[in-house]
């Protein structure tokens, strides 16, 4: 059995599982980690298969990272957890609460909605592909390169922290970046299921955001009837980064 890489903080019994976004790693959610920790629980920050410092994999479906979930919660022996997951992280918390609902306490999606969304990764991973590591032998250069076709700033930062010294003079990706263009097309895969998950939901979105729209409200509902949908101001997809104070506060507050 293949185990997921976790950091895990914290000693309580009470566990906080957090599945993060495409091309992330449990390493972006270590700020808000430590702020959960200080609330007695315990915060397991999971890499999801090939990303982070998990293990790499040609096969790549939310199926599978279900399965993978399972192992890991089997491995640790947890029960009664709060599972929360963001974008990509979110699609597998849906997925799997609607698998294996007792093992979950409350679920926690954060900017993103059990809809198909049509593939938008696609110019990312253009020019990830365009990152020769045998002659960007510095991250300067790389990050340089990585701005000839990507104009955000922050997205250049999120992709530069997944960039490491695989062996001396040898720069590289963390994430497998040919599964991930292979298998793009299942990133967006609409939830499809004929069982409910009638416990606790709560749906984080980005004010400026548009993952999560009031048209997704009917699909949202009828697989999670105890479903609420929280707003953050004046952030965007990745609200737990843009507003960490405000997100950490309202989630508090609900689990």
């Known amino acids: 059995m293949m185990l997921l890489h ?78 929360i997951g963001h974008s990509m992280g979110g699609k597998t918390a849906m997925k799997f609460s609607l698998k294996y609902p007792k093992l979950i306490l409350k679920l926690i999606v954060v900017d993103t909605s059990p809809k198909y969304y049509p593939i938008h990764h696609q110019y990312i991973i253009d020019a990830l592909k365009k990152i020769d590591f045998n002659f960007l032998n510095s991250r300067k250069k790389i990050k340089s390169e990585l701005e000839k076709c990507i104009k955000q700033e922050g997205l250049i930062s999120f992709i530069m922290k997944n960039i490491y010294w695989k062996e001396e003079g040898v720069l590289d990706f963390r994430f497998n970046l040919k599964s991930l263009s292979d298998n793009i097309d299942k990133i967006g895969e ?30 949202i509902f009828n697989y999670y009837p105890n479903s609420s949908i929280i707003s953050i101001s004046n952030a965007g997809h990745w609200l737990h980064a843009d507003r960490p104070d405000e997100f950490v506060s309202k989630l508090l507050a609900l689990i």
């Open 6 to 83: 976790s950091k895990i903080l914290g000693n309580s019994n009470k566990h906080i599982l957090i599945l993060h976004g495409f091309l992330g790693s449990g390493d972006n959610w270590i700020s808000i980690a430590r702020k959960l920790t200080e609330n007695n629980f315990s915060v397991h920050l999971i890499d999801q298969r090939n990303h982070g410092r998990s293990f790499h994999s040609d096969e790549f479906n939310y199926e599978l990272m279900c399965n993978d979930l399972l192992n890991y919660i089997s491995y640790y022996k947890i029960k009664n957890m709060i599972l």
């Open 190 to 219: 609409e939830l499809k299921s004929d069982k409910k998950f009638y416990k606790e939901v709560f749906f984080f979105k980005g004010e400026k955001s548009h993952y999560i729209l009031d048209s997704d409200n009917e699909l």
